[in-house]
């Protein structure tokens, strides 16, 4: 069995071991030394990484009680090499963890929530409670946590077998085979006490800090986002530079900036509905003057919104045929829609307009939209009246109504 020095204090960085075996595998090479201070993935912690000799170790798993180092090159069975710790790793990797025992011990003392699952990705860490905590609650959690670390607490182990573990009160147990269980404690208990294989800081001063910075609900409780450490002050200052960037374009103090945000959205609003009103009274002032039954028409500004309003209103002033094409923000959105007595199926007209203005879209024999990757122009609105006007028999009614004015 691999003899595990990384739980040592302090951490070892390098360390002669023996390469018992090596084998090639899809990932690289698994290589077991007889000690090793790579701490494998366990209990939601990721593996260490390092070197030893001239090989990269990218990953470690334990397997039958053995660490298997999995590195980029072979290493020669027998052969003595120096393995080499990522220490930076390793520290980010314990202060996460030691702030997830912290910010679970608390969440279950304080509210009766247990945590359910934790993950440690490389930029974000999460940890799933089975009892929704509302902001007010994660605000006290975060700030009895961080109460916790300024009491620099000491981080214990113990270990015991299967029946000394069944007479004891902890947060929580996990399934461990081996009769060596390590339980680790916080405060002596009064903070957090659980099963574990991670490694942790060996006070809660260590972490320096831990910020919640995100929640959701989920299945029934709530995912909470969480940092400790370095990681916890980069992300509160780059979220300080942003307020404050954000907070100077909009000429304000950071503190002032939540009101001048909500200011302008309301403003915002308020326009928007201003501008659907004028858009309205102008589509009726346009259907109102509208005297072709087959109406094709382009509008400038106006939006996807604005061509369905206007072809709606041609087709309530009297016209069979409504083809609204609007131009805004360098797109041009459409919108064909037929009166109630018209039976040209308006998917085949908007098959028509894709044709001719490289468009995209289609809906119902009553009504169709889309958008035209290309420019409408003028010819090609005339040409596709043209077209609507002999699939209605158009044409033929205006040809004989000028036959009888002669
Ligand atoms: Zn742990």
């Excluded at 001048?260 to 403003?267: G, I, P, T």
């Amino acid at each position: 069995m691999t003899e595990r020095l990384y739980y040592e204090h302090p951490v070892i960085t390098e360390l002669s071991a023996r390469v018992v075996s090596c084998e090639k595998t899809d990932r690289g090479f698994a290589v077991v030394f007889d000690r090793t201070i790579i701490f494998p993935e366990g209990g939601g912690q990721p593996a260490d990484r390092g070197t030893a000799g001239k090989a990269n170790i990218l990953d470690a798993f334990e397997k039958d009680g053995e660490v298997y180092h999995v590195a980029d090159s072979p290493l020669e069975p027998g052969a003595e090499c120096v393995i080499k710790l990522d220490l930076e790793r390793r520290l980010d990797h314990t202060c996460q963890h030691t702030g997830e025992h912290i910010l679970s011990g608390l969440a279950y003392k304080l509210f009766g929530a247990r945590n359910v699952g934790f993950h440690m990705a490389e930029d974000y860490c999460t940890i799933d409670l089975d009892k929704f905590l509302d902001e007010d609650a994660l605000a006290l959690l975060e700030r009895e946590a961080n109460a916790a670390v300024r009491r620099d607490l000491p981080v214990t182990e113990a270990h015991m077998d299967h029946e000394a573990l069944s007479k004891i009160e902890i947060r929580k147990k996990s399934d461990v085979k081996s009769d060596d269980i390590r339980v680790v404690y916080i405060g002596g208990g009064d903070v957090d006490s659980c099963t574990c294989c991670g490694t942790h800081c060996f006070s809660s001063g260590e972490v320096g800090y831990i910020r919640i910075g995100d929640s959701q609900k989920y299945k029934g409780g709530v995912r909470l986002w969480f940092s400790c450490g370095g990681r916890a002050v980069n992300e509160a200052n780059a979220l300080t530079r942003a307020m404050t960037g954000l907070a100077r374009s909009y000429s304000t103090s950071r503190d002032e900036l939540p009101s001048a945000v909500r200011k302008q959205s309301d403003e915002l609003a308020s326009l928007k509905r201003e501008l659907k009103a004028r858009t309205l009274a102008l589509s009726k002032r346009i259907a109102a003057e509208n005297k072709e039954p087959i109406a094709v028409v382009m509008e400038e500004g106006f939006g996807a919104n604005d061509v369905k309003m206007l072809s709606e209103e041609l087709v309530a002033h009297g016209a069979r045929i409504a083809l609204v094409f609007g131009r805004a923000n360098g797109a041009v959105n459409y919108r064909a829609l037929r009166g109630e007595s018209e039976t040209v199926s308006m998917g085949e007209v908007v098959k028509a307009v894709n044709a001719l203005t490289c468009g995209k879209g289609g809906g119902s024999p009553v009504f169709a939209q889309g958008a035209s990757s290309g420019d409408v122009t003028e010819e090609m609105l005339l040409s596709l009246c043209k077209l609507l006007k002999d699939w209605t028999g158009e044409s033929r009614k205006e040809k004989n109504d000028e036959l009888l004015r002669l």
